[in-house]
Every structure is written in C-alpha cells, then in structure tokens.
C-alpha cells in the first residue's frame, strides 16, 4: 500500500486485524481509507468493492493479496484446513476480482496477483499451499486471455521466503536453508515484494499480462 501511495496513488486497504488498517490510515489521511474485511466470507469481497467506488469513484487496480500459508504434511490437514487454504488463497481470490471486474474494465486496470516460489518449487508439507498458489498463476494466466479484450491486464508476483508476520512462525533452519539458496543471499523484504507490485501495476507494464515476476532473490533460477 505504501508502494502505491507512493506513486501518487489512493489506496483501500482490506483486511481482518482493523488496528493496522487505523495506523496506516493515520499515516496517509489524504490518500487511505479501510475496510474490515475476510475474502471467505459470503458477499464481503462485493462489499469491499462497493466501498471502493462509493470512496473513490472508480477502481484502475487490485492487489490480491490475501493469503494462508498453511504447511505440514497432508496427513496432518483437517478438511477445515484444507477447506480455508482454498477458500484464502483461491476461492477469495476469484471472487474479488469478479466482483472487479466491471470498474476495472471501464479504466483499463489491472490486477496483481500474489502467488508463491512453492507454486513452482517442491517442498515436503507444503501440498496444499503449493497447489493453492499454483492455481493462482493458471487462474492470472487463463484470466489475463479471457479479460484482455477489456483492457483488463492481470499478473502475479511470486515472493520468495519474505519477513512478514505470515512467516514470523517459521523454523530458523527454515530461514537459514532459503537464505543458503537464494544467490543474493537474503530473505525478502516486504519492499521487495510492493516494488514489483507497483511496477505491474503501473503503465510501464501496460503491454504486460498473463506473466509471473519471481521477486525471490534468484530462488527460482
């Protein structure tokens, strides 16, 4: 979010902790406004959309970023856990950007999509998450055919391990691995991860879609 003010854009944030939605909101007056939201709910995403053009007036780009990371070996995952993977990462994800879909054609926007390096790489315990953000990019890639003759572009950036508080639970041989992997020897920072947003969201990437950008550091060389 921080990323697109930045490039002078106005900003709805979404999410279900409202306390950090508040602070950023305090931090850019002029250019935010939030809704509570959780993407699995019956009609929030359409309500979330509607916030936006009661707010705004108009929708030029939307960011799915709304995730569930959910990994252990498939023996260990319920069917509510199996059921919510889908529901954050796939279902919520497709249901937005439905509900989008009619303002965005009217601007010409776009839509950035957040997938995975797991959707590409193999990694014992993370089937359901792999198989989620894989569907992520085949949903970009089959969207991105069907919506371009609206001059709707669609794409996906796929973060390699990044320091948020999704990955905060991680095991350091976990970090430390990734890091012995990645050529440019680090973790990601969120920043890393809002640039390559903020490009495929701009009018640089205007003759852009159906692509995955890999903002992992060289993970996935």
Excluded: C
């Excluded at 936006?52 to 070996?73: H, K, M, S, W, Y």
């Amino acid at each position: 979010a921080a990323a697109l003010i930045a490039e002078g854009a106005k900003v709805i944030v979404t999410g279900r902790r409202e306390e950090p939605l508040k602070q950023l909101t305090g931090e850019h007056p002029d250019a935010v406004r939030y809704i509570t939201t959780d993407v699995t709910e019956k009609g929030a995403p359409a309500n979330a959309i509607r916030f936006v053009i009661e707010q705004f007036d108009r929708l030029d780009v939307l960011v799915n970023n709304a995730g569930l990371g959910t990994l252990a070996p498939l023996v260990e995952l319920d069917d509510e856990a199996l059921e919510q993977t889908l529901a954050v990462n796939v279902r919520g994800l497709l249901v937005t950007t439905r509900e989008a879909i009619p303002h965005l054609s009217k601007t010409g926007g776009a839509v950035v999509n957040i997938s995975s390096t797991l959707a590409q790489a193999s990694m014992p315990g993370a089937a359901a998450y792999s198989g989620a953000k894989a569907a992520v990019e085949r949903i970009t890639s089959a969207l991105a055919a069907e919506l371009g003759p609206q001059g709707i572009r669609l794409n996906s950036v796929a973060p390699g391990l990044t320091e948020t508080d999704m990955s905060a639970g991680a095991p350091q041989e976990m970090f430390d691995a990734m890091i012995a992997q990645t050529p440019l020897g680090r973790l990601g920072r969120p920043e890393d991860i809002a640039r390559a947003v903020a490009f495929l969201a701009s009018d640089d990437a205007s003759w852009i879609t159906g692509q995955v950008l890999q903002s992992s550091g060289g993970l996935m060389l």
